[in-house]
Every structure is written in C-alpha cells, then in structure tokens.
C-alpha cells in the first residue's frame, strides 16, 4: 500500500514520527482535503447546512446584487459568473436562474478542488468549467465572483502565548488502546516578528491565529479584479481582527467536536479574520465594501419582500418560508455572525446591499 492510500490519520502520524511536530495549518490543510475530497458533507444528512441551502432567497439575491451592480457598472462584455467552493452549486443555480431574469447569462468557472463536490456541481449545472486554483481562469472578462463559506475552510495558522513568547502551535501524536490521538501543543519555534500590537498583553495560552492561505487567495482574486473588472461578494462567519483567541473548530452531524481527533472526517473551520482579507483588496487598489452583518447585506437586497412574494405564492409553505427567512437574517441566528464583503473594481459602481 503507497503512503497515499493509507488512512489520514495513519499518513500524519508517519509524516510527525519522520519529521516531527506539524503546525496546525499542515494538519488543517491535510484533513480538510482529505474530508472534502471523499463526501458531500452538507445538508440534514451530512455535517453542515449552509444559507443556500437553506433557502433558494440566498442565491437568487446575491446574483440580483451582481447583475444589477453589471448593469448599473456599464454592461461590460463577456461576464464571467466565478464561484469559490461552490458546494453543491445551489447557490450558483439560485444566481444563475436570477442573472438571467435581469438578461445576464454569464460563462461559469467554478474553483472547487473535491472530485465529489465536482460531480454534485456539473450534475446542476453542465455547463461548467471547474478549476483547482484561481490561476487557470479565463483572463479576460469582468469577474462578478461569489465565495460563501469558503475562506473559513481554509488552513490557519495558531500562534500560542508561553511565558512571555509567542511559539507556533504545533500537533503531536499519541499511540492510545484506540488507536491514534492528536494534540496541539507550543511548538519549539519562537515567533516574534509581525505579532499586531495587542499580542504584547496577551495572557498566558492565549492564541493569535493568521490566514496565509486566505490571504494569498484573497490578493491573487483581487489582482484579477483590477486586472479585468468586476466584483466579488465574500460571505463567511467572522470578525475583523487583530484579536486574540481560538476559533478552530469540527463539526460532525451537526455536533462540535474535538478538531484534533478523527481527523479528515470532521468539517474543519476557523473564523474569518475580515481585516486580513479585506487589506488585500486595499493592496490591490480596489473598493473595499463591508463588512456588514449578513441580515443587513440581505435585507437591504429585498430579503423581507422576496420572502412575502414566496409565501403569497406557496401558502402552504409560509412558515417554512418565514422559518428560512429568519434563519438567515436574524440577530441570534445568521445575521450577525455571518458577514458579507465586498472587493470592487475601482472602475465599478458600488454593489446594493452594503449601506442604507
Ligand atoms: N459555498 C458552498 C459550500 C461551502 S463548503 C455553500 O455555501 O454551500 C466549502 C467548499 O469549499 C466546498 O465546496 C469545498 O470542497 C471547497 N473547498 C475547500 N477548500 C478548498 C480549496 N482549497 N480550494 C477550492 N475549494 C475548496
């Protein structure tokens, strides 16, 4: 058996026993795509539910925001419609079927690296063309691009406060009678460059996390957005850094549970740190919109109408409308926590949805 076909948690335990300690990003990394790759992991079935597929309103008012913003941007040519890990594609099939009402039918490229996702995406939408990376798309045409729960499956890395040092934290592992335990523990490296000011208080075992790989995704879509146009609308859960503490977090069957046991069989996630992501869109020159609470973004975008018209026309399902409708907007549910964003093309109108 080639290292590649052996269990995850089997294949880590061989790279830390050659190696020593991996950081918390490698491991992340290694178990997300490993769990991606090998399941569809949404819905009441699977581990997670996101907005759309919660509610057909979530997509179909984030590509109304798209097509009005193109239209109202000069109706530039050959629009590109871009989705970062399309899930299921429920969204992109909500947007779609919305674009087109306003007379927008897009070409659509989807950046998705799980084979499973991939097949569940073209069984929705054929026309498709997939990619591993954002460097493959096409290079020309404006790019009105869609990323729900994306950045926040992205590896992170944690930063761990020991006496007065700040160390990488790191993953060991354990032989146990079940088998195999991960820990985190500080690793032996010290860190002591680019910390923000508020780390030099911090109390002991306290975290600083960092996105280098949603960075780097974050600055290579915003130079493709200088470079040929257009918008794109980042949602994710999250906060607006620096700040201080641990949000890496699994989820299986709906349930948080340890993020250093079972690893690639449990939906890792991290907080989005919003400053980071948006900076990048800064570097890049373009307009930084949000972030605005997720409730807001929708309700400006016609949420409370959409959700009345739907329930005039389906009586029957009213509730389980109004039901959808406050699950994605309300306070103690998704509208807060969940944020919208949105990098623009200098050259481009300012998308609805992020100011009264
Ligand atoms: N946007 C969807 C799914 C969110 S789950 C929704 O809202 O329902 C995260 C998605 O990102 C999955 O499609 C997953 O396969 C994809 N993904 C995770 N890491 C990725 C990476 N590094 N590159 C591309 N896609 C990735």
Not at 188 to 194: D, N
Not at 282 to 308: E, I, N, S
Request: glycine content about 10%.
């Amino acid at each position: 058996m080639s290292a590649d076909h052996l269990p995850l948690g089997r294949r880590l335990a061989r790279q830390i026993d050659a190696g020593g300690p991996i950081s918390v990003a490698h491991y992340m990394a290694e178990a997300n795509v490993h769990y991606y790759a090998t399941r569809d992991p949404l819905g009441v079935a699977g581990d997670f539910t996101t907005a759309p597929e919660i509610s057909q309103m979530f997509g179909e008012l984030v590509g109304l925001c798209l097509a009005d913003l193109w239209m109202r941007s000069g109706r530039r040519p050959a629009p590109l419609y871009v989705e970062l890990g399309p899930g299921r594609g429920t969204l992109a099939a909500d947007a779609l079927r919305a674009m087109e009402g306003a007379a927008l039918a897009p070409r659509v490229h989807f950046v998705e690296t799980s084979p499973a996702l991939r097949e569940r995406q073209r069984a929705l939408i054929p026309h498709v063309t997939h990619h591993g990376d954002l460097d493959s798309l096409p290079d020309e045409g404006p790019l009105l691009v869609v990323a729900n729960e994306f950045f926040d499956a992205l590896p992170i890395r944690q930063l761990v406060r020991t006496g007065d040092e700040w160390r990488e934290r790191v993953v060991i592992r354990r032989e146990s009678d079940d088998g195999l335990i991960f820990l985190p523990m500080p690793g032996y490296r010290q860190i002591s460059e680019g910390l923000p000011p508020l780390a030099a208080d911090a109390p002991a075992g306290a975290i600083l996390e960092s996105p280098p790989a949603g960075a780097t995704i974050a600055l290579t879509l915003a130079n493709r957005i200088a470079r040929q146009g257009g918008a794109a609308i980042i949602i994710d859960y999250g906060y607006e850094g620096p700040a201080i503490g641990d949000t890496l977090q699994a989820v299986r069957h709906h349930r948080f549970t340890d993020p250093f046991r079972d690893p690639g069989e449990c939906d890792l996630t991290a907080h989005v740190d919003f400053t980071v992501i948006g900076n990048m869109a800064r570097q890049a020159g373009l307009k930084l919109l949000g972030p605005v609470g997720q409730g807001d973004f929708l309700r400006r975008l016609g949420l409370d109408v959409r959700a009345a018209l739907l329930a005039q026309a389906r009586p029957d399902s009213a509730a389980a409308i109004e039901a959808a409708r406050s699950r994605l907007a309300d306070p103690d549910q998704m509208g807060t926590l969940f944020k919208a964003m949105a990098f623009v093309h200098s050259d481009w109108a300012e998308p609805a949805g992020f100011a009264d």
